[in-house]
């Protein structure tokens, strides 16, 4: 069976047992938040070694090609260009179609206060170098880090460093060997986190306040994912087929996003997807693909936007002043590359920077939200992750373009 068949078989087995099974007055909610708990943390157990040992590989190969800068600038492009058209698109879909304003009602929960640059910077960077393999989510992207460095380095005396490449190259193959095992067991047990958000929302007495608004953001969101995306790759070189099959490929990762809300859980998935559903070589693959996990979170910024519109105009009879929406768009942007720590609960946090910035000293004032947070969260995330797929491919196509144009040359200058 495909890996998109089986996610989408536990997806529906999910959605069955999330309507079918009694509440309990809570406990079974409770049970299936700790099977979700384990779960997530099975599904990123192979994460980070293999995210190493790929990005050290990938590297190197790109040193060899000599593409290692040209890769990483158009990966950093594309990243800024995503993420600032993603909150542009909310911001677009929320000033034509302005969704119902939500009563400000009392919500009892604990305010996030997020960190500082500095606390992120002290948290990420640890003290010494080999505690960086035993830190937790803020540690991910100087695993990368390390793993871009050492692959910088391997190339420049292969007779010493000859061994190191060949452990890393069979390190990668092992490690993504096990995760073809891992991911295509764990489509079947989506099952349990789809449960868990169905039976949430069956609890959650005020959610019909947000119809509106949750068909205003879902449907930017979706046309975001699976309209635009294909067609921006059309544009640039895919046939039609392709850039529809690219939609079925990224079915499983954008699965694994939307049904535990986690981006590091669904990266696995992804790296899966985007070597085997769009042929993307190891060299983009293994680089692009992680570094985006963390440090582009187009998803979270557009829906973290588009929900702080909505507080902000539930909160106040007066319009949003040009300058203010600006601000609020811009911060959004920004804010969004300081989530790379924050694998689920990206749109909580960015929702409270901005309510710091913007609240107009109602830090508080997102918890209106607080009835549609799961469903939110899980929006954003899985627009996350098929943001990676789309920066992913498009790189690799990029490449595979200027590298057939760059032979043709040569063909026709031997000619």
Do not use: C
């Not at 890769?71 to 800024?80: D, E, F, P, Q």
């Not at 295509?184 to 039976?199: D, H, K, S, Y």
């Not at 060299?283 to 996990?293: C, H, K, M, Q, W």
């Not at 899985?382 to 990029?398: K, P």
Request: hydrophobic fraction near 55%; avoid cysteine; charged fraction near 15%.
């Amino acid at each position: 069976m495909k890996l998109w068949m089986r996610y989408i078989a536990g997806t529906v087995a999910g959605i069955a047992l999330g309507v079918l099974v009694p509440a309990s007055g809570g406990d079974t909610l409770i049970v299936l938040g700790h099977l979700t708990d384990i779960l997530i943390r099975l599904g990123r157990f192979l994460l980070f070694p293999m995210a190493f040992f790929a990005m050290i590989i990938a590297v190197d190969e790109l040193r060899d090609d000599r593409r290692t800068f040209a890769v990483l600038w158009k990966s950093l492009v594309v990243t800024a260009v995503t993420v600032a058209g993603a909150v542009a698109a909310a911001l677009v879909a929320m000033l034509v179609f302005q969704p119902q304003r939500v009563p400000p009602m009392v919500q009892e929960s604990t305010v996030v206060t997020p960190p500082t640059v500095f606390e992120l910077l002290r948290t990420a960077i640890p003290r010494n170098g080999f505690h960086v393999f035993s830190l937790g989510e803020s540690a991910f992207a100087m695993i990368l880090l390390l793993a871009l460095l050492v692959g910088w380095t391997l190339r420049y005396d292969r007779e010493i460093t000859s061994p190191v490449s060949l452990v890393a190259d069979s390190a990668n193959r092992i490690l993504y060997r096990l995760n073809q095992y891992f991911t295509g067991v764990l489509g079947f047990l989506l099952a349990i986190p789809v449960g868990m958000v169905v039976v949430q929302l069956r609890e959650t007495p005020d959610l019909a306040l947000f119809t509106q608004f949750l068909i205003v953001i879902g449907t930017t969101v979706v046309v975001v994912g699976v309209v635009i995306y294909p067609v921006v790759l059309y544009l640039f070189g895919r046939d039609p087929a392709a850039a529809l099959r690219w939609v079925t490929g990224m079915t499983a990762p954008g699965l694994a996003a939307l049904s535990s809300g986690d981006v590091y859980f669904a990266t696995p998935t992804l790296a899966r997807a985007v070597k085997e559903e769009h042929g993307v070589p190891r060299r983009i693959g293994g680089s692009a693909t992680y570094a985006l996990a963390v440090f582009n979170r187009a998803g979270s910024a557009m829906v973290a936007v588009a929900a702080f519109l909505l507080v902000i105009r539930s909160y106040t009879a007066l319009e949003i002043g040009v300058g203010e929406t600006a601000g609020i768009v811009i911060a959004g942007v920004l804010f969004s590359f300081l989530l790379g720590r924050t694998p689920a609960g990206g749109v909580t946090l960015l929702l409270s920077y901005l309510a710091i910035r913007y609240g107009r000293g109602m830090e508080e004032s997102y918890l209106i939200l607080l009835p549609i947070i799961p469903v939110l969260e899980r929006l954003g995330a899985w627009l996350d992750v098929m943001t990676h797929g789309f920066v992913t491919v498009l790189v690799a196509d990029m490449e595979r373009v200027r590298r057939s144009t760059t032979d043709g040359v040569h063909t026709t200058a031997r000619g």
